[in-house]
């Protein structure tokens, strides 16, 4: 008998659970993020403008990966890159970014990532042919339920433009529900794709600064201000939550991170109320409830496979 040979050593954290933290650590950004462009947006600071505080950071820190991955990278399919790009680069940015001017953190933080397991499960069943199981349809009707409730007690106290800021949302979360499926189908992992939605970004964030007709407005911003954009978009979300999600999508699944992610819009409203002095009506602590029922009902069990 060989007395030599080493047992296999049991990993401290599972692959699920570790997959999990991630997501954890996601939705924290996350909703750092929609706090940080509802300040861009009071501080009347440009969309684009704050597009570089998410890009250029995190450009330095992903281009090793590009260097040394770019042949995997090449061999995805381009229209799943294109996917990857608009569905978590620039141009989502753009469009949630835009949406913050005309709504509060709660009103972004519950349509974009609330109505993610919405356009997920409809884009897989409709692209991908995933039936979902009855267990899952009645969490999502839920999530649904809640996302509507706090939509029209929103609207019945509704300020000039709140529909368009309400229209870019649930388009920002269509194009981040694309990225989720595209990642997943890419077989990318997570910094390859993290530096897809990098480097995919900086040459439109580029052709918009100079087409843009406003003077730069960076050098105006006090340097508290500056100092926050930079931890919460450019490290943040640029690197650290671009690399969390996309490791629980390939760890946990994208219909699993997605509606974990309906999570956000209760972090970002809490933390709304010292930061932003924007305090949620009882509507949408009531929408608030659903949406976590309808996460816990709907994440019970996996889609059904064919």
């Known amino acids: 008998m060989d007395t030599n ?25 996350w909703a750092g993020f929609f706090l940080s462009l509802r300040a861009g947006a009071k501080a009347a600071l440009p969309v684009g403008e704050l597009a570089a505080f998410r890009f250029l950071p995190a450009a330095l820190c992903f281009l090793p990966v590009l260097w040394r991955r770019w042949h995997r990278i090449i061999a995805v399919p381009w229209p799943l890159l294109l996917a ?17 001017r005309f709504a509060s953190v709660a009103d972004g933080s519950t349509l974009v990532p609330g109505a993610l397991p919405l356009f997920v499960s409809l ?40 529909w368009r800021g309400y229209g870019l949302f649930l388009l920002g979360s269509l194009l981040w529900a694309a990225f989720t499926l ?17 480097f995919g970004s900086i040459p439109l964030l580029v052709i918009d600064l100079l087409l843009s007709s406003e003077p730069l407005q960076l050098h105006h911003l006090p340097f508290n201000v500056l100092a926050t954009q930079i931890l919460l978009e450019g490290i943040g979300v640029g690197l650290v939550s671009t690399i969390s999600y996309a490791y ?14 309906a999570l956000t819009p209760v972090v970002a409203t809490l ?24 996460i816990v009902l709907a994440n019970h069990r996996q889609y059904t496979r064919h």
Do not use: W
Request: a positive charge; aromatic letters at 4%; glycine letters at 12%.
């Open 123 to 162: 884009l897989a069943f409709l692209l991908l042919g995933q039936k979902i199981t009855s267990t899952r349809r009645n969490g999502l009707l839920l999530i649904l339920i809640g996302v509507l409730l706090m939509l029209v007690f929103s609207l019945n106290h509704a300020a000039a433009g709140l």
């Open 84 to 100: 990857i790009v608009c569905g978590a680069g620039f141009p989502y940015f753009l469009v949630a970014g835009t949406g913050m």
């Open 248 to 261: 629980a999508v390939a760890k946990l699944g994208a219909d699993r991170a997605a509606i974990a992610g």
């Open 5 to 29: 040979k080493k047992t296999p050593r049991t990993p401290l954290v599972s692959v699920e659970f570790a997959g999990v933290l991630a997501l954890g650590l996601t939705i924290l950004v």
């Open 271 to 294: 933390l709304a109320i010292p930061l932003l002095g924007e305090v949620p009506p009882a509507s949408a602590i009531l929408g608030m409830a659903l949406i976590i029922a309808g």
């Open 182 to 198: 595209a990642l997943r189908r890419s077989g990318l992992e997570a910094l390859e794709g993290a530096a897809v939605v990098t």
